[in-house]
């Protein structure tokens, strides 16, 4: 059976794109020429404006500027109808189905007219078989793992007539033999007509499954070739780019790591929710006074590792040891730094309420806050305000002010600075930077590399479960990040 | 409307109404008072599970099983005036702790959402009443479907003399402030507080064990429970008998929700629905107007409050989501 039409001709073509938010400009005449009948991989650092594009072909997105042909076909854009309609279907990152619901019922979400179980269920069985792809129906979704969530996104999309599929990087949340049957899964889509837009961090997987390379960097495209030749070093150096200097300007620190070791970490292995072992033997020290930066395409295990020093998961072998006073700044604050409801000053209790005994000094705990917003210069009305209240940037400088209060040892931030403009950004630096010249032993990851380069005196980068230290050099970590030696 | 359909004269109800609950003193203090012990008690539990984020709905079970501890140690104990009422007492809020206990116990073990298993304690603790009414505690001429009598040292004192307002009405004044400091005061009631806002930032920012600080709620509420079922036996019913609460449990989560999860607002919320109650309760008797417009006007009253709470929660929720979009593209 084949999927679909056009086997020779161009399945996706986008010309010139140009897409705004606000001031900054996400793409940039950005062109994508997708074949069909062939996998087309599309690569690029965090921020480089992959998903953006992609969110643009399915209509998700509006343009400022630029063409979007589907099959030869000029869509008017921004309609997800319109793109569905024409074949494209999309499976995101994050998965959008309903927990409470089966398969079947998730299978029918967004399809029109009556809902008939039979019906519904026969056409899930003969989509599902046809694609190859086993889906077990009226199961609660909620009960399936993350590949079979996975799969019937496709299933669905392909009910819908799909005949290009878009994977927001699939294989971010997967285990290895996952990975495996997911990627010979796409040869087979591809082997019978169809085609894939594979957008990913992982050089193996482009080499591995793909057919065609684009090259994402800041919004341009900078490299479209075909994948037979081309090694994963070249394209390592597209993504990356040449020359170390991040835009923030930043330097590094230059303070020589020779404090006290408090971080201890000897063959050390993490697994997460789920029960997948996501950090393998990892052994590392980490010493007072050290800006540690922790670099890693998504979906490496770094989640995990920062977890683990922060002493939030326990090691499932190996040691750990940790110091006391331990600051985290986690990656979402609306959901686990902070609660959004409760005054500036409950949420400054917030720190060590696990240990905490007996009566509560509101009165104390106030002035407190008092002194964490004076000296953080956080904008608050006072520190009865709900936290919510605040800014983004304040909510941070909260969270900071609360975190690096006290006798702290280690300082483990994960992307800090996220939806963060340039000043708070500086900020939260300069407060990182004053945390370990004061003594302490800090870990920091974020998404942006340039951003790690600029911050650490050290560099641990985790790819595919492994923690490894590199030299401080925006060629070598961009590529260990994505596993070429 | 509904009263008017009924063809009585609106003055004749309202009057009924207002004697019935508030109007005469004896009404008030025998009646509303006293029906309102229950409810507080219950109703303060009910929001110490609820604001940790545990939907404890099995109140009613609850109060049961402390009714038949209590009912046991009064028929089974005497110590003295003091300490047999102090023992009965006690085993009814073991007991109540106990009957959720299973729940926690099936939460922890099993993943059984507890909002489901206890509703189903409260059918088990109903039918298990029934049971021992009719069989092995039913009094010795084995014709009421009810035990003996607790013994008098097993009662608790009337406050005022002539009337039906006993000790437990203390009781569920301290119980409500005692709650009230805990849960303000406390780190204990910070960290239930902060577990039931929100169970991430209270693990990960808190470093808070969430589903300990649940467990710990669900049986401090079934303690709740059971300690007003204790209550009930003895400083009313004096004995254990079907029908012994009329929904006092369910009512509770009502009140509890009319107070805003806040134990003292609870004192004032029971107060209102205890009025409501026995209000109906005297309209049903001398207006010949059905009991059940008391649960309609029950019913009303919480969507006013719940609906007034999400809608003054949606407003300010608007802008901090147009605001974490604003960041999330920045």
């Known amino acids: 059976m084949t999927v679909g039409a056009a086997v020779d001709g161009v399945a996706l073509q986008l010309r010139g794109i140009i897409k705004r938010f606000g001031a900054v400009t996400a793409l940039d005449r950005a062109h994508l020429t997708v074949r069909g009948g062939t996998v087309h991989a599309l690569v690029g650092e965090n921020g480089a404006g992959k998903s953006t594009l992609m969110r643009i072909a399915a209509g998700l997105e509006t343009v400022d500027a630029g063409s979007v042909e589907l099959f030869g076909r000029r869509a008017r854009g921004g309609s997800v109808a319109e793109s569905a309609a024409s074949g494209l279907g999309m499976v995101h990152q994050h998965l959008s189905l309903v927990p409470a619901l089966t398969t079947t019922e998730n299978f029918a979400l967004g399809r029109h007219g009556l809902y008939r179980g039979d019906a519904v269920g026969a056409l899930l069985a003969r989509t599902s078989a046809d694609a190859g792809l086993s889906i077990t129906p009226d199961v609660p979704v909620s009960e399936l793992s993350i590949v079979e969530q996975q799969r019937l996104e496709i299933v669905k999309a392909l009910a819908r007539g799909a005949r290009i599929l878009v994977l927001d990087e699939p294989t971010a949340v997967l285990a290895p033999q996952e990975v495996q049957d997911l990627l010979s899964w796409i040869r087979r889509f591809a082997a019978r007509g169809g085609t894939i837009v594979l957008v990913t961090h992982k050089l193996r997987e482009v080499i591995a499954v793909a057919d065609d390379v684009t090259v994402l960097r800041r919004g341009a495209v900078v490299l479209t070739r075909a994948v037979a030749g081309a090694s994963e070093e070249a394209l390592a150096d597209a993504i990356f780019g040449q020359g170390a200097v991040g835009p923030n300007g930043t330097q590094p620190s230059s303070a020589a790591p020779n404090g006290d070791v408090v971080v201890h970490v000897d063959a050390m292995d993490v697994s997460d929710l789920r029960g997948v072992t996501r950090i393998r033997a990892a052994t590392l020290d980490i010493r007072r006074g050290e800006i540690v930066g922790v670099a890693a395409v998504e979906g490496s295990g770094h989640r995990e590792l920062m977890l683990a020093v922060a002493g939030l998961r326990a090691p499932d072998s190996g040691r750990l040891v940790l110091p006391r006073g331990i600051a985290f700044v986690p990656a979402d604050r609306a959901r686990d730094a902070m609660i959004p409801e409760f005054s500036l000053t409950e949420n400054f209790a917030l720190r060590g309420a696990g240990s905490r005994r007996g009566v509560i000094s509101w009165p104390d705990m106030t002035q407190r806050t008092r002194a964490g917003i004076a000296r953080f210069e956080v904008v608050a009305s006072s520190p009865a305000a709900p936290a919510r209240s605040l800014s983004g940037g304040n909510q941070q400088r909260l969270i900071l002010a609360r975190e690096l209060e006290g006798d702290v040892d280690l300082v483990v931030a994960d992307n800090p600075t996220r939806g963060l403009d340039a000043r708070g950004t500086r900020f939260v630096h300069e407060q990182l930077r004053a945390a370990a010249a004061r003594g302490a032993a800090v870990v920091m990851h974020s998404s942006d590399l340039d951003e790690v380069l600029g911050l650490a005196s050290r560099v641990l980068v985790v790819h595919h479960g492994t923690v490894r230290e590199q030299p401080v050099d925006r060629d070598v970590v961009g590529r260990a990040m994505l596993g070429v030696e | ?330």
């Open chain 2, 1 to 330: 409307m509904m009263l008017l359909e009924q063809g009585a004269g609106v003055v004749r109800i309202l009057d009924a109404f207002w004697r019935g609950s508030v109007g005469t003193s004896s009404a008030l203090i025998s009646g509303t008072l006293v029906r309102a012990v229950p409810l507080t008690v219950v109703g303060v539990g009910i929001a110490i599970a609820f604001r940790a984020g545990v939907f404890n709905i099995g109140g009613e079970g609850q109060l049961l099983a402390g009714a038949i501890a209590a009912t046991l140690t009064g028929l089974n104990m005497d110590a003295g005036p003091a300490l047999t009422v102090l023992a009965a007492l006690v085993m009814a809020a073991i007991a109540g702790a106990a009957w959720a206990g299973v729940a926690a116990l099936l939460r922890a073990r099993f993943g059984v959402l507890e909002v489901i298993s206890t509703i189903m304690l409260n059918f088990i603790a109903a039918n298990l009443v029934s049971y021992l009414v009719r069989g092995p505690m039913q009094e010795p001429t084995h014709i009421y479907p009810q035990t003996e009598l607790i013994a008098p040292v097993a009662r608790l004192p009337r406050l005022l003399p002539q009337t039906r307002l006993h000790a437990g009405a203390l009781i569920a004044v301290i119980i409500a402030i005692a709650a009230w400091w805990v849960m303000t005061r406390t780190a204990a009631g910070f960290r239930l507080r902060a577990a039931g806002a929100s169970a991430s930032a209270a693990r990960t920012a808190g470093r808070i064990d969430v589903s300990r600080v649940a467990a710990m709620a669900l049986l401090t509420s079934g303690a709740f429970a059971g300690l007003a079922g204790g209550i009930e036996v003895a400083g009313v019913t004096f004995g254990l008998y079907e029908n012994l609460s009329p929904g006092y449990g369910f009512s509770a989560i009502a009140v509890a929700i009319l107070g805003r999860l806040h134990p003292l607002a609870i004192l004032g919320s029971a107060f209102v629905f205890a009025a409501l109650e026995t209000g109906a309760l005297g309209m049903q008797r001398d207006a010949g107007v059905p009991s059940v417009v008391a649960s309609a006007i029950e019913a009303m009253a919480i969507l006013l409050v719940v609906g007034a709470g999400a809608w003054s929660r949606w407003m300010p929720r608007r802008s901090v989501g147009a605001r974490v979009s604003a960041d999330g593209a920045a």
